[in-house]
C-alpha cells in the first residue's frame, strides 16, 4: 500500500514518467492551479505537479467557485506546448479523457464525459477541469496548467475500496501516466475519438445556456474541433463552443 505523498505517487507512476515528475503535495491550498501558474510564470519547468487534499479559494470554469471537499484530490500539472488559443479546448478534451480511464483504472465504475469539462459517475459530478493558459507575442502559448478536481467522498464513499489515502495516490498515479501518454502525441487528437464515446449528452436533449439566453435542442455530436453540435427546437442546427449546458429530461 502506498502511502498519499509525493514519493508514495511517483513510486506507483512509470520509471520513465516518474523521472519526469516533480510533486509537492499540501494539505491544503487556496488554488493549486493559482499555486502552480506563480511557479510557472517563474520558469518552472514541464512536468511540475502540484496536489493538495483540500482547497479553499478553488476556481470552475467562466470564473466561478468550485466546492472543494475535504476528501479530495485536487491537482494541477504544468506543460509547455506551443500551440494557439484554439487548441485549449483539446487539452481540456484530452484531461478529461485521461481522468475517465483513471478513474476507472483505480475503482470499479464507468466514467463519462460532460461536455466540454466534467466527469459523472454513477449519474454525479465526481470531477471538474480547469486548463489555463498564458500566451506570448507569437499567440502562442507559454505555458497551460492542467487542473482536476475530484470529490473521492460522493460517491466514491460507496466504491468498494478499503483507504481513502490509497485511492488518491493510486488515481493521481493513473491520471498521470493517462494524461502524459496522450500529450505525447496530442498534435494527432487520437483521444477525441473516445471523448465522443464517453459523451453522456450525446442523443440528449439539452439546454445551451448563455448570459442573455437559454435555447433548447437536442446535441447530435461532437465535431472535429471538439465543439458540441445541436439541433435546437427551432430547426436550426449550431456547432456550440462555449456556454454551459444542462441534460433536460423529456
Known sequence: MSSFSAQGILDICPKELAGRLDI??????????????????????????IIARRQSA???RL???FYSAAEGLYISVLIRPHMKAEGM?????????AMARAIERTVDADAVIKWVNDIFVRGKKVCGILCESAFGADALSEYVVIGAGVNITEPFGGFPHGNSQELRSSLAAAFLEELFGEYAHI??????????RRSMVTGKSVSVISP???????????????????RFDDGTTEHVSTGEISVRVD
Open 24 to 49: 509537492t503535495l499540501f494539505d491544503e491550498l487556496d488554488s493549486t492551479n493559482t499555486y502552480l501558474k506563480k511557479l510557472a510564470r517563474a520558469g518552472a519547468e514541464e512536468g511540475r505537479v
Open 58 to 60: 478553488g476556481r470552475g
Open 63 to 65: 470564473g466561478r467557485s
Open 89 to 97: 479546448v483539446f487539452v481540456t478534451a484530452m484531461t478529461a479523457v
Open 187 to 196: 498534435d494527432s487528437r487520437s483521444f477525441l475519438d473516445e471523448y465522443r
Open 212 to 230: 442573455s439566453l437559454t435555447r433548447h435542442g437536442k446535441a447530435i455530436a461532437i465535431d472535429d474541433d471538439c465543439r458540441l453540435v445541436v
